[in-house]
């Protein structure tokens, strides 16, 4: 053992004795501090919880992208609170308990404005979209094309009816993928703030298709060309989203794109019978003569129909941020002379 009762330690200088340590500054804020409280995995509780008065009631002209930001304005709260009641009117789903075995898909809300030719508002829309990247190959679905129509073919169909003076019929259906009914077992989780107190750890059952589901395109079309056949519709051998109906003196044409329907024919009493056979089978409006379609804008006009894109291109230049830009003839100034360089490149490859 080393003894140290020997060693001397070394003088330190010194210092001045320090003044004592004055109080922190008090604080006179009025704010307060509370505590945060603890996330709930329930979100319909806190969603009923949420009271109308608290709600936002102006009109709004942005799209929310979480479901805590629709929740505060009133207009989005209605959108959601119908389309989860045109989901349980439709019986789109049933609770089954969670096994270990199912592939359980998500789902999110997304949100859209409505908007007529000129740009005004004409509704809310949010709808529940399922994560369908997550479903499996043979296990939640297996084939997945569905035919759209081609531009090639409006064309076609325009020129007829300009030529025959017939009227277009653009219908809209409700909800088209709710229509489709699924053929394999397809689970999903509870949709996000609309989860069942009662049952908070089970999972949806999907009868019928929802957006977002890699087979539901393609489950609309086969319910749709069904009906469509039932009624002495044929497809085109040249585009399947062409039915054709024709009993020797009249003929008529319908044109499917995902939910906008054109219809078109020789006959304008028989054209609203078919209409109302449509809406006996499917939940859809009327939206007159055509006016507006993929992206196209339809006028009539004594010399026939004019097409223009005049709403599409505004939305382009929007999105790139460009509205107040001046229009030229070019976008390359005729007056800076291009060369090419002389020499070759040392790598052509």
Not at 31 to 57: D, E, G, I
Not at 90 to 111: A, K
Not at 276 to 288: A, C, P, T, V, Y
Request: overall charge positive; charged content about 15%.
């Amino acid at each position: 053992m080393v003894d140290l009762s020997s060693y001397q330690l070394p003088q330190v200088s010194s210092l001045p004795p320090s003044s004592p340590a004055s109080p922190p500054p008090r604080s006179s804020h009025p704010m307060t501090l509370r505590p945060r409280q603890p996330k709930t995995a329930n979100l319909a509780a806190s969603a009923a919880a949420t009271s109308a008065s608290t709600r936002v009631l102006h009109s709004l002209s942005f799209e929310p992208f979480a479901f805590s930001d629709a929740d505060r304005y009133a207009v989005w709260h209605n959108a959601l609170c119908d389309e989860i009641a045109i989901l349980g009117s439709n019986r789109t789903w049933s609770f089954v308990p969670f096994h270990s075995s199912m592939n359980v898909v998500g789902s999110r809300w997304v949100y859209r404005i409505k908007r007529h030719v000129d740009g005004s508002i004409e509704r809310y829309k949010a709808r529940l979209v399922a994560r369908g990247f997550t479903q499996q190959e043979g296990i939640d679905y297996s084939e997945t094309f569905s035919p759209v129509i081609k531009q090639a073919t409006v064309r076609l169909v325009f020129s007829i009816v300009v030529s025959r003076n017939w009227k277009i019929h653009q219908l809209d259906i409700h909800n088209t993928f709710l229509n489709g009914v699924l053929t394999k077992e397809v689970y999903m989780k509870q949709p996000p703030g609309f989860v069942d107190s009662s049952l908070p750890s089970h999972v949806c059952r999907l009868h019928k298709s929802l957006y977002g589901l890699k087979q539901a395109p393609r489950a609309w079309y086969t319910r749709l060309s069904d009906f469509l056949f039932s009624i002495s519709f044929r497809a085109s051998k040249v585009d399947t989203s062409l039915f054709i109906l024709s009993d020797g003196t009249n003929i008529f044409y319908l044109l499917v794109y995902v939910d906008d329907i054109l219809l078109t024919g020789s006959n304008s009493a028989m054209l609203h019978h078919l209409i109302q056979l449509l809406s006996s089978e499917f939940k859809l409006r009327d939206l007159g003569v055509v006016h507006y379609f993929l992206g196209i804008e339809v006028q009539s006009t004594g010399m026939g129909l004019m097409l223009r894109q005049h709403k599409y291109i505004l939305d382009i230049l929007t999105r790139a941020g460009m509205t107040s830009c001046k229009p030229v003839d070019t976008p390359v100034s005729p007056s800076k002379v291009i060369l090419l360089p002389d020499h070759s490149f040392s790598d052509p490859t």
